[in-house]
């Protein structure tokens, strides 16, 4: 298994546009989760669902982030529009059934995004 | 609410030295605590979970819940530990919403 895979991996866009982050679990994991990288926040957790669903979305920073989960594998985030401020690395991550709660929670690469 | 503090934003030791990373939570109940490493160009995995009390490439971390730390540890620094470490807390009424701390640089030097 590749493991998570995160695409693009690299996304530099100016003020204003949408951005869209892609991300493909690992196969037969039910939870997935979308974190965010900055120096002065460390990694916060976005948004994560199960079987789909979003559960939790509470660490949404506002209503320009929006995430799908359209099917098992395969899940998008997006901006729209961006702002320099949302320049951060953005990680995928997938679980499987509650071992996510003990820490077993795969990441991907990440996509690291430069809003100019 | 639930809070994990890494007060170190850098830590560079010598090869051979010992190596304390801190970690300090809040957190009202019994949190499960984990240490999280990112090595150069590689992704964020999981290190060790405070219970499964095993030692994992020397680390070690002990939960003190009086002083609520959950200190990363290793009595001899070799080159290959230098990486991003984050301390994590996972705790009720969302396990899986994990809280990360802001992380610590640990630089080896040789």
């Known amino acids: 298994d590749a493991g998570v895979i995160q695409s693009p991996r690299h996304e530099v866009t100016e003020m204003g546009q949408e951005v869209t982050l892609r991300c493909k679990p690992i196969?037969?994991?039910?939870?997935l989760f979308w974190y965010r990288q900055t120096m002065m926040r460390g990694l916060e957790l976005l948004i994560y669902f199960n079987n789909n669903v979003p559960i939790d979305d509470s660490g949404m920073p506002e209503d320009r982030f929006s995430a799908k989960m359209p099917n098992a594998s395969f899940s998008t985030l997006k901006i729209q529009p961006s702002e320099p401020r949302d320049s951060a690395v953005y990680f995928c991550?997938?679980?499987?059934?509650?071992?996510?709660?003990?820490?077993?929670?795969?990441f991907g690469p990440g996509t690291r995004l430069t809003v100019t | 609410a639930q809070r994990v503090t890494q007060p170190e934003k850098l830590l560079s030791v010598f090869k051979g030295a010992p190596v304390e990373l801190k970690c300090n939570y809040s957190?009202?109940?019994?949190?499960?605590l984990f240490w999280y490493v990112q090595y150069s160009r590689q992704r964020l995995q999981l290190l060790l979970r405070?219970?499964s009390r095993e030692s994992i490439k020397g680390f070690t971390a002990d939960l003190n819940k009086g002083e609520t730390s959950f200190h990363l540890k290793k009595p001899f620094a070799q080159e290959e530990d230098s990486a991003m470490y984050y301390c994590?807390?996972?705790?009720?009424?969302?396990?899986?919403?994990?809280?990360f701390g802001a992380g610590t640089i640990l630089r080896v030097k040789s």
């Open positions: 994590a807390l996972s705790g009720r009424p969302t396990p899986l919403r994990l809280v």
């Open positions: 405070h219970i």
């Open positions: 196969s037969g994991h039910d939870y």
């Open positions: 991550a997938s679980s499987l059934g509650r071992a996510g709660a003990k820490g077993e929670q795969y």
């Open positions: 957190y009202s109940g019994s949190p499960e």
